[in-house]
């Protein structure tokens, strides 16, 4: 096993609003880690937090905790999640594919992109999946060359990791369940990677289809931030799928669900906004760990991401 020193990089941001003090959990940052020293992964619920700004935090802040408590225990998420499903006609699948093609897809392609159009809630949220991307790339690079690997990138969103990935040499296979999402990455590639010259990268391959779907055989699959959107108990078939089409390496992150992270995603199902995706899920790394073992895979490497708002948890398995 490769030595990764740079595999992760924690940022952690500190405001002076008392909400702060009162979550921010007590982690020590470091620039240099080993990932036997680091616990297991997390994710966070960013999207419960991509349209708050300071002015949101600064009244959150000024309120007790007592008040906040109270405020939470009226929150009726799951409500919410039913109500969103009725709109689309389905469950978890319909409502994503519906948000990631509509309000959802213009939030996440400015946080995901370059523009200057963010708030400060999504500018860090930008920050911290351009730093698990980084991570992941960091993971497969450790291994050797990525010339001619084949990878599935499920989820592929924008493109922020299959177009890096075309760039090192790797051959690969990049679906997402919304079909803007899949347009705005095939742009963004086809301009990136400069087509026109003798050496460009191969360009990948794009579809539109849901992790349940797809098929083939590939030497890593990576699926990044997308567990969020699924309870675990699809979270358990969507993992053994995704197993299924890897040769050698399975790599997930997700939202870690721990005491401090559900309190977080609860504050923020109190400002749920008429465009904002209230349906996130946060999964146990234990969970995520049986779920593995049940078809035969281990984790080899785990890893976290954090900044303010975002917390994700990675992991890399492989067959047992």
């Known amino acids: 096993m490769a030595n990764a020193s740079s595999f992760l990089s924690s940022t952690t941001f500190h405001t002076n609003t008392n909400i702060s003090r009162f979550l921010t959990p007590k982690l020590k940052t470091t620039r240099t880690v080993t990932v036997s020293a680091i616990p297991p992964f997390t994710v966070a619920s960013a999207a419960e937090f991509s349209s708050l700004d300071g002015t949101t935090l600064a009244v959150i802040s000024g309120g007790s905790v007592a008040a906040l408590a109270a405020a939470i225990s009226l929150t009726d998420p799951e409500r919410r999640r039913k109500l969103q499903a009725d709109e689309v006609g389905g469950g978890d699948k319909e409502v994503v594919r519906e948000y990631f093609n509509n309000t959802g897809f213009q939030r996440?392609?400015?946080?995901?992109?370059?523009?200057?159009?963010?708030?400060?809630?999504?500018?860090?949220?930008?920050?911290?999946?351009?730093?698990?991307?980084?991570?992941?790339?960091?993971?497969l690079k450790d291994e050797g060359s990525l010339k001619g690997v084949t990878v599935c990138d499920a989820g592929c969103g924008t493109g922020s990791l299959?177009?890096?990935?075309?760039?090192?040499?790797?051959?690969?296979?990049?679906?997402?369940?919304?079909?803007?999402?899949?347009?705005?990455?095939?742009?963004?590639?086809?301009?990136?990677?400069?087509?026109?010259?003798e050496n460009a990268p191969v360009l990948p391959k794009f579809e539109v289809n849901d992790l349940e779907s797809l098929n083939g055989k590939y030497d890593t699959v990576v699926c990044l931030d997308v567990l969020i959107h699924y309870p675990q108990s699809k979270a358990d078939g969507m993992i053994a799928h995704l197993a299924s089409?890897?040769?050698?390496?399975?790599?997930?992150?997700?939202?870690?669900?721990?005491?401090?992270?559900?309190?977080?995603?609860?504050?923020?199902?109190?400002?749920?906004?008429p465009s904002k995706a209230t349906r996130a899920y946060l999964h146990a790394e234990g969970d995520v760990e049986r779920a593995l073992k049940k078809v035969g895979w281990k984790i080899r490497k785990r890893g976290l991401t954090t900044t303010q708002f975002y917390f994700a948890r990675l992991v890399e398995a492989v067959p047992e």
């Open 108 to 139: 996440w392609k400015k946080i995901y992109g370059e523009t200057d159009e963010v708030n400060r809630v999504q500018r860090d949220i930008r920050l911290g999946h351009s730093k698990t991307v980084e991570n992941v790339l960091q993971m």
């Open 162 to 197: 299959s177009i890096p990935l075309a760039k090192e040499g790797a051959v690969v296979s990049a679906s997402d369940i919304s079909a803007a999402m899949v347009a705005e990455a095939e742009k963004n590639a086809k301009e990136q990677l400069q087509l026109a010259t």
């Open 245 to 273: 089409l890897a040769e050698n390496r399975l790599i997930l992150s997700f939202a870690p669900k721990t005491f401090y992270y559900s309190l977080l995603k609860r504050i923020g199902e109190l400002f749920p906004g």
